[in-house]
């Protein structure tokens, strides 16, 4: 319980939180959030760690001159797209006897099956698209990587889609994260920010429950 407080403080209040890790740790904070946003893409037993919401508080505090902004930009998309890379290797190797085991804590089946139906619909896209959506950004490079997807159409695509991830939150918060109204409402910004992440993925799932029912009726016509 004390954990789950932890990571929701810490996710509520990103900016005191960045601002208190630079000021103890100087220059390894580049390194701290380097490891962040490589294990929140690399590893598929971390898909619930801060992506969007990091990297906008990053950029809010590079913008004070703290930190590099220019250096941190670019190893965080080193770090976006190494990730990527790393969790495609793993889904290739090692897979499909991951998911073997159904009720596993960590690899949640409906994560895969979710990420399938993401690639039904985006097909190869999916990889630049599922940046912006959490739990599937996450998933969408290890299902590529179990779908046998050539690595040199999926590190066009991860490289694309690193660049425009890291691109728009980073230098968002960067030139918007210490405007005023912003900055005195920061945990609002950070909790619309989450909300917009996963609204791709409600609406995904209102669509395809109305749809179910909407086929009901003609299934029962039918029979």
């Known amino acids: 319980m004390e954990i789950i407080r932890f990571f929701y403080d810490f996710i509520m209040h990103l900016d005191k939180?960045?601002?208190?890790?630079?000021?103890?740790?100087?220059?390894?904070?580049?390194?701290?959030?380097?490891?962040?946003?490589?294990?929140?893409?690399?590893?598929?037993?971390?898909?619930?760690?801060?992506?969007?919401?990091?990297?906008?508080?990053?950029?809010?505090?590079?913008?004070?001159?703290?930190?590099?902004?220019?250096?941190?930009?670019?190893?965080?998309?080193?770090?976006?797209?190494?990730?990527?890379?790393?969790?495609?290797?793993?889904?290739k190797i090692m897979g499909p006897s991951v998911f073997k085991r159904e009720n596993s804590r960590i690899f949640k089946k409906e994560y895969l099956d979710k990420t399938h139906n993401f690639y039904e619909k985006y097909g190869a896209k999916t990889i630049i698209l599922a940046r912006f959506v959490p739990i599937v950004r996450t998933f969408a490079p290890f299902v590529a990587g179990i779908g046998s997807m050539t690595y040199s159409r999926f590190i066009t695509y991860n490289v694309v889609g690193g660049i425009a991830w890291i691109t728009l939150f980073f230098w968002g918060g960067f030139y918007f994260g210490n405007i005023p109204v912003i900055k005195n409402n920061f945990t609002v910004v950070i909790i619309a920010i989450i909300i917009l992440s996963i609204m791709p993925g409600v609406i995904e799932y209102l669509r395809h429950k109305y749809n179910n029912k909407s086929a009901e009726p003609e299934a029962e016509i039918t029979d």
């Open 17 to 91: 939180h960045l601002a208190v890790i630079v000021s103890d740790y100087g220059t390894w904070t580049y390194v701290i959030l380097f490891t962040i946003i490589f294990c929140e893409t690399g590893l598929v037993v971390a898909p619930i760690l801060p992506g969007d919401s990091l990297l906008f508080a990053a950029g809010a505090i590079a913008s004070l001159g703290t930190l590099n902004s220019k250096m941190l930009f670019i190893l965080l998309v080193i770090a976006a797209i190494v990730g990527d890379t790393v969790n495609y290797w793993v889904g």
